[in-house]
């Protein structure tokens, strides 16, 4: 079974600098998705970015960014020119390929705490 | 992206009581999902619902407890029977490629 391990249960950053924040996950399949969602105290589940495992370039979103290392089974968010409205939970996720309908279930990590300092 | 609504945002119910949470997209989708998240927890799956057959459900969650309909492609219902203090959680509802969710319902068990 996959499994999504996000080891920061809380990080902060100053304002205008940039933080990265690390996913690691488990799984036995070559094909698959990965994302970074950012949820407000409203609540809301923001999708922020997301990567194919098939494509080797790193998915990139404005000031959001991956580092995507598919041997490692590593998975970073870097955030640059953090912003005050980037105070938020942070959870990575994983996905199975699209297609492989017996697999639809999306696993996601603990979440990481991110505070931004003004 | 799917616009995706969600009634009521948030509750606040009895022990004993049950509650209907509804869920509304702006376009056909084919499995809708609905999520628990506990306080200060991660989202963990409750079941898929396909239109027009049975909800498939996760391990720890049951059909009687977490009654679930799809009458079409655009609508469900989470219905959370019996509630106790227990139940108290963040409820969101989501659709495929790539998921996305709802604002979600905050429950709150008394």
């Known amino acids: 079974a996959q499994t999504v391990t996000q080891s920061q249960p809380e990080m902060s950053v100053q304002e205008a600098e940039t933080v990265t924040l690390s996913c690691t996950y488990d799984?036995?399949?070559?094909?698959?998705?990965l994302f970074w969602y950012k949820q407000p105290p409203s609540r809301q589940m923001i999708l922020v970015i997301r990567?194919?495992?098939?494509?080797?370039q790193n998915a990139t979103e404005n000031r959001f960014s991956v580092n995507f290392q598919k041997a490692d089974k590593y998975f970073s968010l870097k955030i640059s020119d953090s912003q005050l409205g980037d105070a938020a939970m942070y959870f990575c996720?994983?996905?199975?390929?699209?297609?492989?309908?017996?697999?639809?279930?999306?696993?996601f990590g603990p979440g990481t705490s991110l505070s931004v300092i003004p | 992206s799917a616009v995706i609504s969600q009634k009521p945002s948030r509750d606040i119910c009895q022990r004993g009581t049950s509650l209907t949470i509804q869920c509304q997209v702006d376009?056909?989708?084919?499995?809708m999902f609905w999520y628990r998240q506990q306080p200060g927890q991660s989202l963990t799956l409750i079941a898929t619902?396909?239109?027009?057959?049975?909800?498939?459900?996760e391990s720890g969650f049951v059909i009687d407890k977490f009654p679930i309909s799809r009458p079409n492609l655009t609508f469900s219902t989470l219905t959370v029977s019996n509630m106790s203090p227990e139940d108290s959680s963040i409820y969101l509802c989501?659709?495929?490629?790539?998921?996305?969710f709802g604002p979600g319902t905050r429950l709150t068990v008394t």
């Open positions: 989501s659709v495929d490629r790539p998921p996305y």
């Open positions: 376009s056909q989708v084919t499995m």
């Open positions: 619902a396909n239109q027009g057959s049975e909800a498939t459900y």
């Open positions: 799984t036995s399949e070559s094909d698959y998705y």
């Open positions: 996720a994983y996905r199975s390929a699209f297609g492989k309908t017996s697999y639809d279930k999306v696993i």
């Open positions: 990567q194919e495992a098939y494509k080797q």
